[in-house]
DNA sequence: GCCAACCGCTTGCAAAATGCAAGCGGTTCT
DNA sequence: AGAACCGCTTGCATTTTGCAAGCGGTTGGC
């Protein structure tokens, strides 16, 4: 995505930068699965990336500073990727595309547990979660409440449900 | 974007349909420009998206249920798109966007006008646009107010703004 | 100290998506 | 009758994506 100069419309920019398949993707599991290494990213993720298709997006999310990246001190080879303020402030266009798709998408239970919280919460909720995103990422300080932490469990329990629902059935 | 079957994830599958950089373009200029034809789509866009690839966007926002596709009583070749329920329903993703995009990028005054609108009348203003949007595109009846006339006008304004700045500079 | 496992990331190549220009059969305007 | 316009397709070159293998180096267990 070179400089094409399509447009200053703030849309059409937005998509220069994260209109692809994979961007969001990236940020997303940085964001709400905290997976900061390269390999994390790479197999932790639910639809399989491709290695060069996601060292080609982290380039480019570094390039155009939604994310850092420095040495991990205990391991030579290892990168931290972290999210900068830039990143942290896609917390609402997550949360809208989130509620959208589970409006309207085959979405599953489990996965859209944490969108449903997301919803509710509104702003109050995404600015805590901004906070601790903060303090994740960059080096704020630690806010009192982990809302991570209440999504995550959230999403356990969900998977949880299913494991014995379909125990049942079996 | 065929059926991938990736996962269930509410931001994966929202991807999977508008994880590209045409698709929510399209759906912009039908959505703030009230543009519905082909034609209007095609050359009064600022990016300038080629035939094709309007067509086959068209085409698949079609399909996914974004949109909807009627012949234009007024000309034989002409059909009229026009948004559905789930379409609308991106007004909250299009207003998170435009602020985010403000915020972060190099965007021109003249065409983030309107995403400062959206942005500071949050969502009781999106409520009342989409409820616009529903007069506009689907049957719903007419709403007192018009936002779209209030951001084009604004948006207008900024343009001459602009044009009268440049020829004093001149 | 050795070796297997793992590290981020690159390479080569096939398949798919994109971008561009031209054009098609038909309709409408003058 | 002729020009302008209608939605949309075609052919073709370029770019992007997806997949599998692998590279040089680091780490941890024995």
């Known amino acids: 995505m070179k400089e094409t100069g399509r447009s200053g419309c703030p849309i059409n920019l937005t998509l ?6 994979w961007s969001l993707i990236v940020l997303r599991d940085m964001m709400f699965g905290n997976r900061r290494h390269f390999r994390e990213l790479l197999s ?3 639809e399989g990336i491709a290695s ?15 994310i850092s990246r420095r040495d991990d001190a205990s391991h030579k ?12 402030s896609l917390v609402p266009v997550f949360a809208a ?15 859209s547990i944490r969108a449903e919280i997301l919803a509710e919460g509104g ?9 601790e995103l903060r303090f994740l990422h960059l080096d704020a300080p630690r806010p009192t409440q982990s809302i991570l932490d209440d999504l995550t469990t959230a999403y356990r329990e969900a998977v949880e449900r299913k494991r014995v629902a379909e125990a049942e059935t079996a």
């Open 16 to 21: 220069e930068i994260l209109g692809d398949r």
């Open 44 to 46: 932790k993720s639910d």
């Open 52 to 66: 060069n298709i996601l060292a080609d997006r982290l380039k480019r999310l570094l390039e155009n500073g939604l």
């Open 77 to 88: 080879q290892k990168g931290i990727y972290s999210l900068t303020e830039m990143g942290i």
């Open 97 to 111: 595309m989130a509620d959208w798709g589970r409006r309207f998408l085959p979405v599953t239970p489990e996965m």
């Open 123 to 131: 702003p109050v909720l995404w600015r805590k979660f901004m906070d």
